[in-house]
């Protein structure tokens, strides 16, 4: 399967919106619709502090998508990236698709001179720790959140 990766357009909505349903489906959430439609818009914003959307595609179709953005960092002057949301269609998995987004990401970091990127993922995901124990590497922290 050949992946040609590409930032997010206007044009791709519809693609985009079946990807970042099966998403939130795969991490068992829902959010409002005015939510969906205020993430597409920041996701096409010229402000480089919103977060910025690549879609992957092999076949003329959409198989992939991740969302990662740009932020101040108290122990590095030059910033971090934060790879926010990754998804592969699971048709497409284990053929590059999510190597590639990654992989652009770490470019478009590179290209802004942030050689630091980061990412989460939840435990039971065990396909895509897969590739990220090849493409990344697994830290000791453990991420805590304030209740709701």
């Not at 108290?74 to 699971?90: M, N, R, T």
Request: glycine share 6%; charged share 20%.
């Amino acid at each position: 399967m050949s992946v040609t990766i590409s930032p997010l357009t206007r044009d791709d909505k519809p693609q985009w919106a079946q990807l970042w349903y099966a998403y939130l489906d795969f991490y068992q959430t829902a959010l409002p619709l005015d939510v969906y439609n205020a993430t597409f818009e920041a996701l096409l914003s010229d402000d480089p502090y919103s977060p910025f959307g690549l879609m992957a595609w092999a076949d003329g179709r959409a198989v992939g998508l991740v969302h990662y953005l740009f932020h101040a960092h108290c122990w590095k002057p030059a910033g971090i990236c934060y790879l926010q949301d990754l998804y592969v269609d699971e048709q497409a998995r284990a053929r590059g698709a999510g190597r590639a987004l990654i992989e652009a990401v770490y470019a478009a970091a590179d290209a802004r001179g942030v050689p630091d990127v980061y990412w989460t993922t939840q435990d039971f995901n065990a396909t895509a720790r897969k590739l990220y124990d090849k493409i990344g590497r697994e830290t000791p922290f453990i991420k805590y959140v304030r209740p709701t």
